[in-house]
């Protein structure tokens, strides 16, 4: 190693080692994955300076950017400059307000669907230390609902008849899907999903037609799930009844089909006649035994 290197390898090695010395770390970053609508959800960002640092130029930051948008969308939510006081700034309308807490921690209030999206915290302090997660409101589902029609053919072959089946829910977050299985078998559907109001909640309707030939009674599944979590899907399930047939009869065991009588009929009432008949009957018959006992024994009596 040439003698002008040597100075050169030493300056470098005191600036890594200054680098190093300023580094900063986050010892505690929370941001919950998933928040049903209505709830508060806190989002902490604790950071750690070394024992001989100062906040001198330091600052710190959290961005927001929405579900459905890209980095040009991201906006700056909450910040904290060494000698000011911490300031939130406002996103739009719809997004929920947020209230300052100790140590930077920052509180998403009453949240809605318009509040999913990616969350940053940054921290610096000349160097500077980012970190992000993603965060889901969600709403829970009643339903789906099940609808299902059956669609004449106008031919004269009526084996050849259509089942519609539709599976449909309302106002539900965040991005729905659905599909329809009939009798153990997923269909092709066609789908329908908006957001009518750009408020974050999502209409989705699903259809889908099978041939009813050969069919005596199906089950009809819905299933629903939102592609944003992982989570159980919501199921519903209800029996395809052909016309004329007993939805009953589906479940429960086959019906006796003997008929019993008639709670009125005459064969249930007046049971104390028939009892004093039987008594008077029986009456008689013991009066002729005695008679014909006497009569036959009679000589020897007297």
Partial sequence: MSAAAAPLRACALLLCLLAGSHQLSIKEFVVPSAVEVGKD?????????????????FFIKWWWTPES?????????????????PETQVRHDNTSQIEMKENDSIVLLNVNPVDSGTYECEVSNIDEIRKHEKLIVYSLVIGPEINYTLINNEAEDKNDDMLLI??????????????????????????????????????????????????????IRCELWYTALEHKRYVVIES???????????????????????PTHNSLQNYSDDGIRLLCSWTLVSFAT????????????L
């Fill in 166 to 219: 539709e599976c449909q829910t309302e106002d539900i977050a965040p991005m729905p899907d659905m599909s329809i299985i009939f009798q153990g078998e997923k269909l092709n559907v066609t789908k329908s999903i908006e957001d009518s109001d750009n408020d974050g909640f999502y209409n989705i309707h699903a259809n889908a037609t099978v041939s009813t030939t050969d069919i005596d009674v199906g089950e």
């Fill in 240 to 262: 395809y009844v052909p016309p004329g047939r007993d939805a009953s009869s589906t479940t429960e065991l086959p019906e006796d089909n003997s008929t019993e009588p008639d």
């Fill in 290 to 301: 005695v008679v014909a006992y006497l009569a036959t024994f009679r000589p020897y009596l």
């Fill in 41 to 57: 959800a806190e989002l902490k960002c604790q950071y750690e300076l070394n024992a001989d640092e100062k906040e001198v130029a």
């Fill in 69 to 85: 948008g890209s980095s040009y969308d991201k906006k700056l939510i909450y910040q904290r400059i060494a000698g000011h006081n």
